[in-house]
């Protein structure tokens, strides 16, 4: 059975910066593209940021030029670096691949507060 475990969340300023992990144990992650998601208060899970089994990182607008999306498949983890944060970030962040999901982890919870 395949587990996610998301973590790195907390309480941050605005323009402030977190780093996400991921860390997928029961498959590995070599072969899928992997995905990041948030979950804003009262929304649904939406895409954030996607990295490529070949590398290639993919961002949604809202997120260009301030999260960085990575991957190492040796450790069978993927991180989100988020900088210059906003209030809109707030959220709890999952981790998945894309292709075919496993179960959802608990995510880890964001939120950008003065």
């Known amino acids: 059975q395949v587990q996610l475990v998301e973590s790195g969340g907390g309480l941050v300023q605005p323009g402030g910066s977190l780093r996400l992990s991921c860390t997928i144990s029961?498959?590995?992650?070599?072969?899928?593209?992997m995905d990041w998601y948030r979950q804003a208060p009262g929304k649904q899970r939406s895409l954030v940021a996607r990295?490529?089994?070949?590398?290639?990182?993919i961002y949604l607008e809202p997120v260009k030029g301030r999260f960085t999306i990575s991957r190492d498949n040796d450790k069978n983890m993927i991180w989100l670096q988020m900088d210059k944060l906003n209030d809109e970030d707030t959220g709890v962040y999952f981790c998945?691949?894309?292709?075919?999901?496993?179960?959802w982890g608990q995510g880890t919870q964001v939120r950008v507060s003065a």
């Open positions: 998945n691949n894309m292709a075919s999901p496993w179960s």
């Open positions: 029961g498959d590995r992650i070599r072969i899928y593209t």
């Open positions: 990295i490529t089994s070949g590398f290639t990182p």
